[in-house]
């Protein structure tokens, strides 16, 4: 089930021809295994953090965050460590919850990694009792991975099964975190008994280094996708980022090392193989930090491991799957959300000011400063340690960054199909596409529209996860479905599921501030259409939407569905006034053509009420014959309040 889951622009008319897989294989390119055994810094020389017993070094790295980190770590001291029961683990097979179980689970690392960071800042050993019993609690677990993601252990299920090992995001989180915290305390720990340190490395290496060399089961490894019809997400460069750092923290033998890193090679090669050039992210905002955002921090741990020898970092990819989020980025916390995508996101400035810095965009770091000085927020210390250290490192470099963020007034994705148009007041987001993406709704052709950076027109995201959201049944889920999203239903249809649910006739003219496609193939067969050509014109004052469609025996009345977030009212045939969050907007349209309704839609889900409250409002506009051949003609203006 879980298997499922800019360039810039010209200034003339820009029209997409392909979207063909690329076999780009940029890492292997660079070097073989030979290569590597020649290249890797062995002996974890390539780690730039102090030692453990470098007092100074560690107070100049940490600076002012010091006392913080000793702080959090204080906290943690007389914790109690969570038992996690088999009923945990099964509760998800049984009622679709993974809470009970990684709830726990969660507060427990968070725990150890608080307590790990405070002994690192203040170097005495008050935290390395607490800290031994953590990890030692989490050793004795059956299994490392959550009860989400067990279920791809042979046996199935939710129950852990004995040494069947299931690499997975946090069994390979934990274990990177187990890495950082072998790499700089065993000889602390020797001190206290020489055996939890022999315990620890083992239990990594047969958890996750031996597993990882000798299976190829897991479907992120991507070693038996052939082309891009393979989904390679987020899980890819998440997981692979993790096992690189545990090899390069605990492998000390020159061949052995080598043949690991380059086989993390060959499946990091699949991501930026099926990923586009443009550099969207298809999963959305949400997702950069843990698929783009991973990539990056695999890409930065293979360039320090090799002395800089081996990097990507001037390829033009890599730099757009970087400035996509700061493209992304609307403002006040909004972000231009699609698929399973939040809609409201705090960003990791510290990420997007590293990567910024090794693909030289001036964009991204003057984005991070910008971040900062509007959203700051202490430094998290969770279950990812890579970044927290990285996050202490660059914290003090961001402020030297301009803080400025401008809204480009027309940004293209080609092959992704995203399209985003800016101006002072208003900012659109469109999409293209196809409805087998990752983390997929049925969305081809929707848009989300924003006025003053608060969004009014919207995608409404998805509720908390559970094992529904990743079964046969997820579109059974409304927030999945078409008639859900800012699109028509056509002769009583909705959008349907599958890659070949697409759009085509994808155009971008950014000299008219006009986006284009034909949707009628993201419909089944039953709908009966031939052509729905929609044009998005986005003009100083106003949003013009057009639909010119073409029906083969229509027996339903089309319906145009829009979602905002505010309260709608009819005020007369043919003007809708929408009142949001301090914004307000007037939707036109032609009454004798279509007929106007409201409906309140009750948001219980707290994934959602977090975003948007406990209600959102549909529009439907609904037409008052059933024609073969038509067009309609949607105009929506901000409106003072």
Request: net charge negative; glycine share 6%; hydrophobic share 35%.
């Amino acid at each position: 089930m879980l298997k499922k889951i800019y360039f810039c622009c010209m200034l003339l008319l820009i029209t997409l021809s392909a979207r063909a897989y690329q076999e780009r294989n940029l890492l292997q390119k660079q070097a073989d295994i030979q290569t590597l055994t020649n290249w890797l810094v062995m002996d974890q020389k390539w780690v730039s953090y102090p030692d453990y017993t470098d007092r100074k070094g560690w107070n100049d790295f940490l600076g002012d965050n010091t006392a913080y980190c000793i702080e959090q770590g204080e906290k943690y001291l007389n914790y109690q460590w969570q038992v996690i029961k088999a009923t945990d683990y099964m509760a998800y097979s049984r009622t679709g919850d993974r809470s009970p179980m990684s709830d726990p689970y969660n507060a427990n690392i968070h725990a150890i990694t608080r307590l790990f960071i405070a002994e690192l800042a203040e170097g005495k050993g008050r935290f390395l009792d607490a800290l031994l019993d953590g990890v030692f609690h989490v050793c004795e677990m059956t299994s490392w991975s959550i009860s989400a993601h067990i279920v791809v252990q042979r046996a199935g299920g939710t129950f852990p099964v004995k040494n069947d090992h299931v690499l997975e995001l946090v069994s390979t989180d934990v274990a990177a975190t187990f890495s950082w915290i072998y790499y700089f305390l065993h000889e602390e720990f020797d001190k206290i008994t020489p055996q939890f340190s022999k315990r620890l490395y083992e239990e990594i290496n047969e958890r996750i280094l031996i597993p990882y060399m000798t299976e190829d089961r897991f479907w992120w490894m991507a070693f038996r996708a052939k082309d891009g019809n393979s989904l390679v997400n987020n899980w890819n460069t998440w997981c692979n980022s993790n096992v690189l750092q545990c090899f390069l923290l605990l492998e000390n033998d020159p061949e052995k090392l080598a043949k690991a890193v380059h086989r993390s090679m060959v499946s990091v090669d699949k991501y930026i193989n099926y990923n586009k050039s443009d550099g969207a992210c298809e999963e959305g905002p949400s997702y950069w930090g843990h698929s783009a955002g991973k990539l990056f921090d695999y890409l930065d741990l293979i360039y320090q491991a090799t002395d800089g020898k081996l990097s990507l970092f001037a390829e033009p990819t890599i730099k757009n799957m970087g400035e996509y989020i700061s493209r992304s980025y609307v403002g006040n916390g909004w972000v231009v959300n699609f698929a399973d995508a939040s809609a409201r996101e705090r960003l990791d400035y510290h990420l997007i000011a590293r990567y910024g810095d090794k693909v030289e965009s001036k964009e991204m770091e003057e984005f991070a400063a910008y971040l900062k000085k509007q959203h700051y927020q202490p430094i998290s210390v969770e279950r990812d340690m890579l970044r927290a250290l990285e996050a202490f490192r660059y914290d003090k470099q961001i402020d030297s960054f301009a803080s400025v963020h401008p809204h480009k007034p027309y940004t293209w994705y080609p092959e992704t199909e995203f399209c985003y148009q800016a101006n002072p007041n208003l900012f659109l987001a469109t999409k293209g596409g196809h409805n087998d993406e990752s983390h997929n709704h049925n969305d081809v052709g929707t848009f989300n529209l924003y006025i003053n950076n608060t969004p009014l027109f919207i995608d409404i995201g998805v509720e908390t996860y559970t094992g529904k959201t990743f079964s046969k049944d997820r579109y059974s889920i409304w927030t999945m479905q078409s008639d859900y999203h800012n699109l028509p239903q056509i002769n009583g249809q909705q959008q349907k599921y599958g890659r070949s649910y697409k759009a085509s006739q994808v155009k971008a003219n950014p000299g008219k501030k006009t986006f284009s496609l034909d949707i009628a193939g993201a419909y089944p067969a039953e709908a009966g259409v031939k052509k729905w050509q929609r044009t998005y014109r986005l003009a100083s004052h106003a949003l013009y939407i057009e639909d010119d469609f073409l029906l083969d025996n229509p027996t339903t009345p089309n319906q145009q569905h829009f979602i905002v977030w505010g309260k709608a009212e009819i005020t007369q045939p043919g003007t809708i006034r929408i009142d949001g969050n301090g914004e307000a907007a007037e939707l036109s349209y032609n009454p004798s053509q279509l007929n106007a309704q409201t409906e309140i839609l009750e948001v219980k889900d707290p994934r959602l009420t977090h975003v948007w409250g406990n209600e959102l409002t549909r529009i439907t506009l609904k037409a008052s014959t059933t024609e073969a051949r038509g067009t309609y003609r949607t105009t929506i203006k901000p409106i003072k309040k």
